[in-house]
């Protein structure tokens, strides 16, 4: 199986946890029932990326990056790469490279999509990317590094995010909840 169809089967299967959510998953199954390139970059302007917000082990604290590019701090996450054949495992892998961690226990149903522009990925402008987003626990005691990729690499609490964007926020509670 293709990371596309990959894509496409998860994502037509999986249960939305609202309304909006829903709507989200149809946009990206039509997106990918259109665009054969879907899941790469070079599918403009718009394209799926996979991300993976980590949790403690003890599910009270997220590692998140400060993204060199944007500036801002996110979870661990990015473009699918041509050796990625499933969507969850594009999803460890950035992961584990954003964050330095060498293992991760990552649940393979998507926890939340989150379509939203992207200024910094291509020259043209108006990409938006069609996040699909995971969540893994760290093993306790795990070590992180920071990549070439962010400013930063730091552990926060749960409920005192740094610039609590609302979908983060939203990501975190989804998160935990899968969890418990």
Known sequence: MTLHADALTLLTGWTAPSAPQGALRDRYVAHLTDRPDAMTRECYPDHLTASTLVLSADHTRVLLTLHRKAERWFQLGGHCEPGDTTLPGAARREALEESGLTEVTLDPTPVQLSEHAVRFCDPRGGVHHLDVRFVAVAPAGGTHAVSEESLDVRWWPADALPD?????????????????
């Open 164 to 180: 609590p964007d609302p979908d983060l926020v939203e990501l975190v509670a989804l998160a935990r909840a899968r969890l418990s």
